[in-house]
């Protein structure tokens, strides 16, 4: 049975640059992610190619050198899928398939390609088919499409284009009926919104797979869909929680990343509503992720480019439960870092210290849920009395095992 799953699998290479504005240990950081993009999408990874490059290639985006290496690994080891890590312009594209014969994938496209796995409603079939299209448009000669959208496979969901002559004019009239069904659908959104009534609003938000809906399911004792994936949760799933006696409706949304496709930002644009439109968000970080600092200023800026980076928040640093802590000997004059400093010490650094209310938990497995459900209950309380002082004597505050 596992090697029957394991056939399943796409093979493919990845590809990326080291340039003036990205070191080779960050260009190690985003490779990784990369891999764990293509593994979501249904691939395995033979084999990383990188180059050091001021800027990248106009035409081939690697030089013509380490393109051809590629393509001769490519050849030799029968790999039917080639990688890059940043968007490649349409001439690009269209050079490195000539040249290699082969489909070739840039993060958007690999990106739009897992949306179009996971969208489970209409609503967000709908978002996901647009972005597509709006990434489609520019790219209908690619010489794989008329040979590959018939077999299926990474990158061949959704429009279902099968020809190399498609008509653009046919693709922008379906871009129009596409954005007006989702004006229509982001209206009756807004209506929803309106009609949950006044009650306090929270919205979950961080990096995707960090915890988001685990934590969705801890707090409002509901299944919501959570897996080890990039991109578990798409669809907006709204839920009433209640802390102590106060309710409060709790949202999680769709997860961040670095270099999200400006398409996806487009076309979730309803979907970050929620985050724009909630009284307070709760930020969730995975603690045991190397680069979490980074996860962190990526949330921040598409917080800001959606206007929602004043409002009140929460810092949740989650998954305390992966964080691998030896203690070292007195005599251990080796530099504290990441690795070897323990929870303990993780909160008297800037993390703890910042203008933000900042918990560490363990969304699986519950650690320190008091002390956060606490914190939440506060936030919501301060918000709902500053609209509702009359009545703030009907709530207080109580934990027990139940909540």
Do not use: C
Request: aromatic letters at 8%.
């Amino acid at each position: 049975m596992l090697e029957k799953k394991e056939h399943q699998y796409e093979r493919a290479v990845l590809v990326g640059l080291a340039t003036q504005n990205q070191d080779e240990s960050k260009l190690k950081e985003y490779m990784d992610e990369l891999e764990f993009l293509a593994f979501t999408a249904g691939a395995t990874v033979d084999k990383r190619f990188t180059q050091k490059l001021t800027q990248p290639d106009s035409k081939t985006f690697v030089g013509s050198g380490k393109a051809l290496e590629i393509k001769g690994y490519v050849k030799e080891n029968g790999i039917g899928t080639v990688i890059f890590d940043d968007e490649l312009s349409p001439s690009q594209l269209k050079n490195l398939e000539r040249e290699m014969e082969v489909k070739i994938l840039d993060r958007t496209n690999l990106i739009l390609d897992i949306f179009a796995q996971r969208a489970q409603t209409s609503y967000a079939r709908t978002q996901v088919e647009l972005a597509q299209y709006q990434y489609l448009l520019p790219r209908l000669t690619r010489m794989w499409t008329h040979l590959e959208r018939q077999k299926g496979g990474i990158g061949m969901r959704g429009p279902g284009e099968t020809e190399i002559e498609t008509d653009r004019r046919i693709i922008r009239d379906r871009i129009t009926l596409l954005k007006d069904k989702l004006k229509t659908i982001d209206k009756q959104m807004s209506t929803q919104r309106q009609n949950r009534g006044k009650m306090v609003r929270v919205s979950l938000v961080g990096y995707t797979n960090v915890g988001k809906s685990t934590l969705m399911n801890a707090l409002s004792k509901s299944e919501v869909f959570a897996e080890n994936k990039l991109f578990a949760t798409l669809d907006t799933t709204v839920r009433k929680v209640v802390i102590g006696n106060l309710p409060f409706l709790l949202t999680d949304t769709v997860g961040f990343i670095r270099k999200l496709p400006t398409q996806l930002v487009e076309s979730f644009k309803s979907t970050l509503d929620e985050v724009r439109e909630a009284d307070l968000l709760i930020h969730v970080v995975d603690i045991s992720h190397e680069s979490f600092e980074d996860h962190i200023a990526s949330v921040n800026q598409i917080l800001q480019e959606i206007d929602a980076h004043q409002k009140p928040m929460i810092m949740v640093f989650n998954k305390i439960d992966d964080f691998s802590y030896e203690k070292k000997d007195e005599d251990d004059l080796t530099p504290s870092s990441k690795k070897n400093i323990s929870l303990e010490e993780w909160k008297k650094t800037w993390m703890a210290k910042s203008k933000n209310p900042t918990v560490f938990i363990s969304a699986l497995t519950k650690e320190n849920f008091p002390e956060m459900k606490r914190m939440i209950y506060d936030e919501v309380h301060k918000i709902h009395i500053s609209r509702f002082p009359y009545n703030d004597f009907l709530f207080e505050y109580f934990d027990d095992e139940e909540n």
